[in-house]
């Protein structure tokens, strides 16, 4: 993959002189950049995290003198995605724009570089990681600001008590809060063997295959950890590889323990076998965690998140984040690049942070640190290990390092997961890969 | 010339005004006045995003170069949209078949309901129907849900296994055509109904008169003077069934693998959710030539029988 591991000291120096930078030359309003500005924001999963950047968006209006609209847009049915589409389309819209994944990309055309402000902000605030690099950062042009909100990992979200019980694994000692891991023999082979015990105690791991993000997202970290890529990043189909064998082998064994409909799973399917008392073992944010907490709290009280098991090629996490872009027809860019400024101080993630419950994940190293990861409850420390403060998994995004407007078909078609289906249900590796191999060619239309 | 000139041209205003006058008093003016409204929203509503989606077919993948019929060149040459296709006649007419003939059935029932309580009858029939789709799927995928199935339940208690109801081909290819079924069924009811209302009571005094069986008085009698409304009324159901996004997206999302996939999930998918909106228009687009084709027939034999009256 070549993704850098994110090094949370690397940058610590220069940080205070920077800030002062920051801090003397504040957003000017000159004659284009007053007036008004609206915001495009993801509507947050989470109830009550829209208040922090509502505060954050309302104090820095205040300040600059800006008139500021915002309006929170769901992802339910699509519709950031359809807005996104429409505004790239009609050339208007909003200023700042919530973009997911694969979107700084696509309108990569249409968006303003932010060079000026990721470049001090990466300074300032640490690296980011090389999903956030590859997502955001095209041809040496920084497209959009990673956003703290929405952006997530999707690493295991274990029940302590089957996995004691069925696999014999104690995840709290293995990730125990506040301490270093003790994560050498977390790897595939014990994740399949504590996958099978689970499945035998009536509580198998929930990991869907369908053809969702979150499906998505799992079953692009396996590959990695395999080292499997579908189109390399020249843009070359190498599907037909020893590694994709080996992950989908891999994938036929693990899909023997896992419940018989995962084909049929979408992005809420996971979440309901945890709280439901089902699964052992999901990857999700700690949304379902979330959730159990109001709705289910013993199945709360047993969860522990946690970074990936380990691979022949390393450790991998999903990571998934979520972009602010600022459109080039926006008609106020330079409040729109100031407030992106205010929004990416270490302040103002850590209130986002919080407000979401330790959901969000900001994308810059020196924030991996915030309390309330290391606070949450129940049990303590559930959520320690969430932003993985020990750098011990890279993170990772399904299709990468592939030319993103073949990796966003990979991706948003499922093509891996329908290998693994397909592979699994009896259709022969070859035909498999044959399949994958057409549907590929046809990503690479211009 | 000047006094010639004159009258002249107020005769030819007054021509012209009466002229107007005569246009403005004729029934078909008024006619199309009235309607002009309306020709205007379906302009602005279907014409132009119709015209836009054939000019988007037209283009590459970034919408940067004019590429002709490439798109749909290219689109032949995969194996997925020739699944998309089948899916979408099986979906489309295993469907409107069913809607059909429980349409009909249901409209005998409710049409031989005593006029007193067949009001109630037709209101609660009609339920499924007025419910918007994309609410009404969210229960049924609750009832299917692969881990909180009532289905399953309802089925464990006579010891039968859990149904993968949306986990296998076969079963989400049914479940998605059930759920469209039942809420299609009361148009075809309703219509129905409507048709058999109107039905002279004298053809089946006169069948009856003539000893002809119940099945004979539906066969000779009834069929033949509801051909027309159920021409229509398939048609008009195969062109919205053919269409149907909501309750595949919201029970299957084309899944699993692809096996429910039609021509307007599938065109979102590559669309919207791939970005890649040229192509996405071009699968729409083919629902245009197959429902011409279907319209063709169905409207030629209504108005064969139209001019045989």
């Known amino acids: ?446 | 010339m000047a006094d010639i000139a004159a009258p002249t041209a107020t005769a030819v205003a007054g021509d012209r005004r009466t002229g107007l006058h005569r246009l403005m008093q004729r029934k078909s003016t008024i006619a199309f006045l009235m309607a002009l409204p309306l020709i205007l929203l379906i302009g602005i509503l279907v014409l132009y995003p119709a015209c836009y989606a054939i000019w988007l077919a037209m283009l590459n993948k970034s919408m940067s170069k004019f590429v002709g019929l490439g798109n749909f060149q290219f689109l032949f040459k995969r194996d997925t949209f020739w699944d998309v296709v089948f899916q979408s006649c099986l979906f489309a007419i295993t469907a409107v078949v069913f809607k059909a003939i429980i349409g009909f059935v249901v409209a005998h029932f409710v049409h031989n309901i005593p006029s007193k309580g067949q009001r109630k009858w037709r209101g609660m029939l009609l339920v499924p129907w007025v419910i918007p789709p994309a609410m009404s799927t969210l229960a049924w995928l609750w009832l299917f849900d692969p881990a909180y199935s009532a289905f399953n339940w309802i089925l464990a208690h006579f010891g039968i296994g859990p149904v993968p109801w949306l986990g296998e081909a076969a079963w989400a290819r049914f479940a998605v055509i059930l759920v469209n079924i039942w809420a299609g069924a009361p148009f075809f009811m309703i219509m129905y109904l409507a048709a058999l209302k109107s039905v002279p009571e004298q053809l089946y005094e006169a069948a009856a008169i003539d000893g002809a069986a119940w099945w004979q008085r539906i066969w000779y009698v009834t069929l033949p003077m509801m051909r027309n409304i159920i021409a229509i009324t398939a048609l008009f159901s195969l062109i919205v069934t053919f269409a149907n996004f909501d309750i595949v997206r919201v029970l299957t999302n084309g899944g699993p693998l692809t096996a429910t996939q039609l021509f307007g999930t599938w065109g979102f998918k590559l669309g919207i959710e791939s970005g890649d909106i040229p192509l996405g228009s071009c699968v729409v687009l083919f629902m245009v030539p197959i429902l011409a084709v279907a319209a063709a027939f169905i409207l030629r034999d209504i108005s064969r029988r139209g001019s045989e009256v």
Not at chain 1, 52 to 74: M, R, S
Not at chain 1, 246 to 269: E, F, G, I, R, T
Not at chain 1, 398 to 422: C, D, F, L, S, W
């Open chain 1, 1 to 446: 993959m070549g993704f850098k591991k994110v090094s949370r000291r690397g940058f610590v120096g220069g940080t205070a002189a920077l800030s002062s930078v920051m801090v003397a030359a504040p957003f000017v309003r000159g004659a284009h950049a007053a007036g008004k500005l609206s915001i495009g924001f993801w509507d947050h999963w989470v109830p009550g995290a829209n208040k922090a950047t509502q505060k954050l968006v309302q104090e820095w209006g205040e300040k600059e003198k800006v008139e500021v609209q915002i309006d929170y847009i769901t992802s339910q049915g699509n519709k950031l995605l359809l807005t996104a589409a429409a505004e790239a389309q009609a050339k208007s819209g909003h200023d700042i724009m919530t973009l997911n994944t694969w979107l700084p990309a696509r309108y990569a055309d249409q968006l303003t570089p932010v060079n000026d402000i990721m470049e001090p902000l990466i300074k300032q605030n640490g690296k980011v990681n090389g999903t956030v690099e590859y997502l955001g950062n095209i041809g040496g042009k920084w497209l959009a600001v990673p956003a703290t909100s929405g952006t997530q990992m999707k690493g295991p979200c274990s029940r302590l008590d089957y996995m004691k019980q069925y696999a014999g694994l104690d995840m709290r000692e293995i990730y125990p809060a506040g301490a270093p891991p003790k994560a050498d023999n977390w790897n595939l082979d014990t994740f399949l063997k504590a996958a099978e015990a689970c499945h035998k105690g009536g509580h198998p791991f929930g990991i869907g295959l369908g053809t969702t993000s979150d499906n998505v997202d799992a079953i692009g970290t396996f590959f990695h950890a395999f080292g499997a890529e579908l189109v390399n990043a020249k843009g070359d189909i190498v599907v037909k590889n020893d590694a994709v064998r080996q992950v989908l082998d891999y994938y036929k064994k693990l899909m023997h323990y896992l419940p018989d409909d995962v084909a049929a799973w979408d992005d809420a399917s996971n979440n309901k076998f945890l709280v439901s008392g089902q699964g052992a073992l999901i990857l999700n944010p700690p949304s379902a965690w979330a959730v159990a907490k109001r709705d289910a709290p013993k199945v709360a009280e047993q969860c522990w998140t946690h970074p990936f098991p380990a691979g022949p090629k390393g450790r991998f996490g999903p990571f998934l984040p979520f972009f602010w872009g600022v459109w080039n027809f926006g008609k106020n860019q330079s409040a729109a690049k100031s407030l992106l400024t205010h929004l990416s101080q270490r302040s103002s993630a850590e209130q986002m942070v919080e407000a979401s419950g330790g959901y969000d994940l900001p994308s810059f190293a020196n924030f991996m640190d915030f309390k309330v990861w290391a606070e949450a409850e129940p049990p303590k420390g559930t959520l320690f290990s969430y932003p993985d403060p020990y750098h011990t998994q890279t993170l990772s995004i399904a299709a990468a390092p592939a030319p993103h407007k073949i990796a966003e078909q990979i991706y948003n078609q499922g093509t891996m997961t329908q290998m693994a289906v397909r592979y699994f249900k009896g259709e022969p590796m070859e035909k498999t890969l044959d399949w994958a191999s057409n549907e590929l060619e046809g990503f690479m239309r211009n």
